[in-house]
């Protein structure tokens, strides 16, 4: 079966979307993406592609996982998340076993909140608040965006301490991914989000920020902005 899967994606290989896909996702000397290798596959392909194959030996699925292609590992991540209710502990310990080709922001974002995110909703989240204390910028992420899947069920307390965690982050895609978070806080009940805002907001990277009251209406955005509240 997994030479079948892999005959599928080389037929849809891209080489002109491939290009565009290294400059967009930062491949280049120095960037946060460098090395990594595209085919230039669109997602809707290879989510068709994860439901075809999504009987794929674990051990195939890990064969993903490690691959340079970028698309392979996605693939790889969508069928652990297609999988994940059948057997939870063993996707789970695939998952974070291979944190280390999760490695790019997409790659994140399909699968934290669906994987880790899920698998501890009611467990210690302990191994959460190691991952936003980490240097590797993805591990942060996946802490932070693990959290969605606590505020999707109205639990917002892990999502606001590791927020604080990473208030001084560095890197721009945390600014993101913490103001993403607090957005989807605010979308659930605005009273909590603002409660946090309140207490933090002048300290915040100005890009956390403008995510976290992207909602917001205009006179309340503009008065965070402007340090009035």
Same mark, same amino acid.
């Given at each position: ?10 037929k ?6 491939a ?23 669109v997602?809707?392909?290879?989510? &068709? *592609? =994860? /439901?075809?194959?999504?009987?794929? @030996?674990?051990?195939?699925?890990? $064969? ?6 970028? +698309? ?7 069928i ?5 209710k ?13 944190l ?51 505020i ?8 606001? &301490? *590791? =927020? /604080?965690?990473?208030?001084?982050? @560095?890197?721009?895609?945390?600014? $993101? ?6 957005? +989807? ?45």
């Amino acid at each position: 079966m997994f030479k079948y899967l892999i005959n599928d994606l080389e037929k849809l290989r891209n080489s002109e979307k491939a290009i565009n896909y290294q400059r967009f996702f930062k491949t280049g000397k120095g960037e946060y993406g460098e090395g990594d290798i595209f085919y230039g596959i669109v997602v809707p392909e290879l989510r &068709k *592609i =994860s /439901k075809k194959y999504k009987s794929l @030996e674990l051990n195939d699925v890990e $064969k993903l996982l490690k691959n340079e292609v970028h +698309e392979f590992r996605m693939i790889g991540l969508f069928i652990l998340s297609l999988r994940f209710k059948s057997n939870e502990k063993e996707i789970y310990d695939c998952y974070m076993n291979n944190l280390v080709r999760i490695n790019n922001w997409d790659l994140v974002d399909v699968s934290a909140p669906n994987i880790p995110g899920v698998y501890l909703l009611d467990k210690d989240k302990k191994i959460l608040y190691s991952l936003a204390k980490s240097k590797n910028l993805w591990e942060r992420r996946i802490a932070m965006l693990s959290c969605f899947a606590f505020i999707r069920i109205n639990q917002y307390e892990d999502a606001l &301490k *590791i =927020s /604080k965690i990473l208030l001084k982050d @560095e890197h721009d895609l945390m600014h $993101k991914a913490v103001g993403w978070m607090l957005r +989807e806080v605010g979308k659930r009940n605005l009273n909590v989000e603002e409660d946090f805002l309140k207490k933090h907001y002048k300290n915040m990277p100005r890009t956390m920020l403008r995510y976290a009251i992207e909602k917001f209406d205009e006179n309340k955005r503009q008065r965070y902005l402007k340090g009035e509240i």
